[in-house]
T-cell receptor
Framework: DADVTQTPRNRITKTGKRIMLECSQT?????MYWYRQDPGLGLRLIYY???????NKGEISDGYSVSRQAQAKFSLSLESAIPNQTALYFC????????????FGSGTRLTVV | AQSVTQLGSHVSVSEGALVLLRCNYS??????LFWYVQYPNQGLQLLLK??????LVKGINGFEAEFKKSETSFHLTKPSAHMSDAAEYFC???????????FGTGTRLQVFP
C-alpha cells in the first residue's frame, strides 16, 4: 500500500456541488498538507495541519475547507465547486521531528463542469 | 517573502547530452532546498535535498545539484540524459523554521533520441 493515499483519483463534478477529497497516510507523520497544481503555476498551498488540533490556511484557501479527522486523515472540501477549481490536487505529509521534505500522494484530478 | 524561480518552463535535450535545470531562490537566510520530479500521471517524487550539509548534493537517477549561496542558486544537473528522464521537475524552498515548501512553477524536460 502507498504511504499517502488519495481518493478519488479522478472526479468530474458540476458547478455548485459539494465535493470532498480524502487523504490518508501510514507514515505516522503529524504534519499534512493540501496543494493544488495548475499548469504554469506549480504547486500552491491550500491548507496545512501540524497536528490534529492545528489547522492553518495556506496562500489560496478561499473556497476550500479542511478537516483533520485523525493523525492519519486529512480531507479537503469544496463547499460549492466552481470551474476555476479544476486542477490536480495533492496531499502530502512531513515528519514533525526533522523536516526533510514531503511525501506526496498520487493526486486527485478534479474537473468542475 | 521567500520564493523560488525556475528559469525555463521547457527544456529539450538530446539523449546523452547534459541536463541543466535552473533554480534560484530568495531568502534572507540559507533555506532548505529540494528538487522533485513528476512523471506523467504520477505524484511528486523527491530527487534530492539540501539541508545545510554538503553543498554538492547527489540524488537519485544520477542527478545532482549544487547550492551556491553567493548566487542564491540550486541548479539541477545530470551529465547524460536518458529518455526516461522526460518529466516535469520542480524546485522548492523551505524557508527557515517553517516546515513548509514553496514550489517553483516547474520545468518540463523533453529528451529526444
Amino acid at each position: 500500500d502507498a504511504d499517502v493515499t488519495q481518493t478519488p483519483r479522478n472526479r468530474i463534478t458540476k458547478t455548485g456541488k459539494r465535493i470532498m477529497l480524502e487523504c490518508s497516510q501510514t507514515k505516522g507523520h503529524d504534519r499534512m498538507y493540501w496543494y493544488r497544481q495548475d499548469p504554469g503555476l506549480g504547486l500552491r498551498l491550500i491548507y496545512y495541519s501540524f497536528d490534529v488540533k492545528d489547522i492553518n490556511k495556506g496562500e489560496i484557501s478561499d473556497g476550500y475547507s479542511v478537516s483533520r479527522q485523525a493523525q492519519a486523515k486529512f480531507s479537503l472540501s469544496l463547499e460549492s465547486a466552481i470551474p476555476n477549481q479544476t486542477a490536480l490536487y495533492f496531499c502530502a505529509t512531513s515528519d514533525d521531528r526533522t523536516f526533510y521534505g514531503y511525501t506526496f500522494g498520487s493526486g486527485t484530478r478534479l474537473t468542475v463542469v | 517573502a521567500q520564493s523560488v524561480t525556475q528559469l525555463g518552463s521547457h527544456v529539450s535535450v538530446s539523449e546523452g547530452a547534459l541536463v541543466l535545470l535552473r533554480c534560484n531562490y530568495s531568502s534572507s537566510v540559507p533555506p532548505y532546498l529540494f528538487w522533485y520530479v513528476q512523471y506523467p500521471n504520477q505524484g511528486l517524487q523527491l530527487l534530492l535535498k539540501y539541508t545545510s550539509a554538503a553543498t554538492l548534493v547527489k540524488g537519485i537517477n544520477g542527478f545532482e545539484a549544487e547550492f551556491k549561496k553567493s548566487e542564491t542558486s540550486f541548479h539541477l544537473t545530470k551529465p547524460s540524459a536518458h529518455m526516461s528522464d522526460a518529466a516535469e521537475y520542480f524546485c522548492a524552498v523551505s524557508p527557515y523554521n517553517t516546515d513548509k515548501l514553496i514550489f517553483g512553477t516547474g520545468t518540463r524536460l523533453q529528451v529526444f533520441p
